[in-house]
């Protein structure tokens, strides 16, 4: 899987870590690096269908960011129409991300603010390290959150909080976005990318079919009436009885070994 200069692609032994790099601008996000992105989340869809890819991590390049935001410089002069395209190619990237068959970590190693902050909310989960800084600083700009802000962050951390951070435009630290479920852990940086490939790989290392339907059912679930979600559940429960690993995991905890799952 190829990157580009501002978009690295390491392929660890079925972990895709990608990382966003272009560290002097804080790896603001230009429209290059959004089809970038978007190149390489469907060669990762790919991969994880032909069981090539079995998790995915997306980081930034340098000490200081994970992506400070969109692109201002590019976004500047901006009319109402490219604007509109350039949120819509942001949230296609969200989907891609959502729509992933295997799990997505983001491990965020700084400012994640604006386009940052939204992209990190497109992932399963967040990891940060201890200095990263978290925030919606759109209206500082004269605009709102244009890549999922406004509602992914709201589904993470409820209304109240998000609203909060979109029309004040505050900057929390990585202890703050763990207290309000925004962070799911909060690491030394230098254990920050250590750690949140080793959760991957663990990840990585379960039945591939199930993570991919728990995943789907998850974020089909949350859209939906209880009852409906609950339906959702149980139809997919049922369906992993048609699947060659529910046996070979079931038959390995019965016969006290650990199971070799084929991703079928
Ligand atoms: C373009 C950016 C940038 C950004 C930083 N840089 N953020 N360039 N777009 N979002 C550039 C700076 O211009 C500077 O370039 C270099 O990165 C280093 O940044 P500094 O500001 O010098 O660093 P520092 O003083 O440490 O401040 C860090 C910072 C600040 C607090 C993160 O850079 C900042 O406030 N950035 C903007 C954050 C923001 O408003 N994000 C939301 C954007 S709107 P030079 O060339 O001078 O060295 C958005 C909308 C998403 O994301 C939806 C779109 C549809």
Known sequence: MLGTDTLLVDD???????????????????????????????????????????????????????????????????????????????????????????????????????????????????????????????????VIPGFGGTQRLARRVGLARAIELCLAGDTIDAAEAARIGLVNRVLPAAELLPATIATARKIAEMGPVAVAEAKRVLYAGAGLPLSQANALEVEAFAGLFDTADQKEGMAAFLGKRKPEFKGR
Not at 40 to 52: F, N, Q, S
Not at 70 to 86: H, K, L
Not at 124 to 134: G, P, R, S, V
């Open 12 to 142: 660890d032994a079925g972990v895709l870590v990608v990382t966003i790099n272009r560290p002097k601008a804080l790896n603001a996000l230009n429209q290059a690096v959004i089809a970038g992105l978007q190149h390489v989340l469907d060669e990762a869809a790919e991969a994880a269908r032909a069981g090539r890819a079995r998790a995915l991590v997306l980081t930034g390049a340098g000490e200081k960011a994970f992506v400070a935001g969109a692109d201002i410089a590019a976004m500047a002069d901006m009319s109402v129409g490219t604007a509109r395209e350039f949120a819509r190619s942001g949230h296609a990237v969200g989907d891609a991300l959502a729509s992933l068959p295997i799990p997505t970590i983001a491990a965020v190693n700084g400012f994640a603010l604006g386009g940052g902050c939204e992209l990190a909310l497109a992932c399963d989960f967040i990891y940060a390290a201890e200095n990263a800084k978290f925030g919606q600083p759109e209206v500082k700009l004269g």
